[in-house]
């Protein structure tokens, strides 16, 4: 025989050839020959040796004990004194009923959504994980969750997770802000069968995203058909010169004939317009031959003013001269003067006679 001493807040469980026995609290405590005794620490979780079912044979230990059993479709969050601790996967887990407090909460894994009263720091722990799927809708998107193939709720902006399980979730998501789109190179004949190409721009956004995505297919391929058939709609009323003066008319045109359609898909237009009108070389080279004539013409025309004015004006100076004799003195004053700019050197000739001539040129007869 031995003896052996338990401690204070220890178990002891003593086998004899692999054999559970007995249970030994705290105290001393007298052992037969072939007889093991294997502690047990009562503020760790309790790790059992053999079978829990042999161990729960005997009624004082079952009492010690609490049992948690997980299933196959089950997992539990482990709490000590409030505070996670670990997972627990199915099977049967047993611990001390002692000054620790363990609580255990389990989920079911078959429904995909997670309480959430679930503190979301847990769900990022490595040993969560493993369970744990997320789908992140970003601030400027919307999203659409499906459930094995259903509609089951629209997402606003957040992070969302789901345990992963058997079932298929997808998150279908799409960009809420204003876009562009460009439909260039577009072929059209207008009125007056002229043909060119125009390229246009359109900028969008979604506003309703279950039309968008659930109920209409190629949302994009389907608002540049629309967008494309309401520009050939414009053109084809409007003769060549009429779309060149009115281009600036095609927005309310436009965003008026497809409203309805495009709201339809979900979306609405903010704006759009005409970027480019591309003419073929023939009238082009027309075009520019018409704009040199029409620039020739405005120059004449400008030039046959300027005439015009200028004989006006030598004509009303001509006749104040006639009746003022002395304004006519000082014109060719100042015809001389300027006579005079261009002359570099004068000789004078013809003796005492040449004071009385300048004298008889510039005083008043």
């Given amino acids: 025989m031995r003896r052996v001493r338990i401690y204070p807040y220890k178990i002891g469980l003593v086998f004899k050839e692999g054999n559970f026995v007995k249970v030994l609290t705290e105290g001393s405590h007298w052992l037969w020959f072939g007889e093991n005794v294997t502690v047990f620490d009562m503020t760790q979780p309790f790790i059992p040796p053999v079978d829990l079912s042999i161990l729960f044979q005997n009624k004082y230990l079952a009492e010690l004990l609490e049992i948690v059993e997980i299933k196959d479709n089950e997992i539990a969050f482990l709490y000590e004194d409030g505070i996670f601790v670990k997972v627990l996967k199915t099977g049967r887990h047993a611990f001390w009923k002692s000054i620790v407090r363990y609580q255990s909460r389990i989920f079911n894994l078959d429904s995909f959504e997670i309480p959430e009263d679930i ?20 601030s400027y998107e919307k999203g659409l969750r499906f459930v094995d193939g259903k509609f089951v709720e629209q997402l606003e902006p957040g992070i969302y997770y789901s345990w992963k399980n058997q079932n298929a979730i997808v998150a279908l998501k799409m960009d809420t802000r204003t876009q562009q789109m460009e439909i260039s190179g ?82 609405e237009i903010v704006t759009c317009g005409i970027r480019d009108i591309i003419l073929p070389g023939e ?14 013409a405005h120059a004449n025309i400008i030039t046959r003013r300027e005439e015009t004015a200028s004989t006006r004006s030598l004509l009303n100076t001509a006749k104040l001269m006639e009746s003022n004799e002395m304004l006519f003195k000082l014109k060719e004053m100042e015809y001389v003067e300027k006579i005079a700019e261009k002359i570099g050197e004068i000789t004078v000739s013809g003796g005492s006679k040449v004071v009385d001539q300048l004298k008889e040129i510039f005083t008043k007869s």
């Fill in 119 to 138: 503190d979301r720091k847990i769900l990022l722990r490595p040993e969560v994980l493993p369970y744990i799927r997320a789908h992140t809708v970003e």
């Fill in 186 to 267: 577009q072929e059209i004949l207008t009125k007056d069968k002229a043909a060119l190409r125009i390229n246009f721009f359109v900028q969008h956004k979604v506003v309703d995203i279950v039309k968008a995505l659930l109920e209409t297919k190629d949302f994009a391929k389907q608002l540049y058909l629309i967008m494309q058939l309401a520009i050939r709609e414009y053109v084809g009323t409007l003769t060549l010169d009429e779309l060149l003066a009115r281009k600036e008319s095609v927005r309310p045109f436009i965003m008026e004939a497809v409203a309805e359609k495009v709201d339809s898909l979900g979306a």
């Fill in 283 to 296: 009238i082009k080279t027309i075009m520019n031959q018409v704009l040199i004539a029409e620039k020739r």
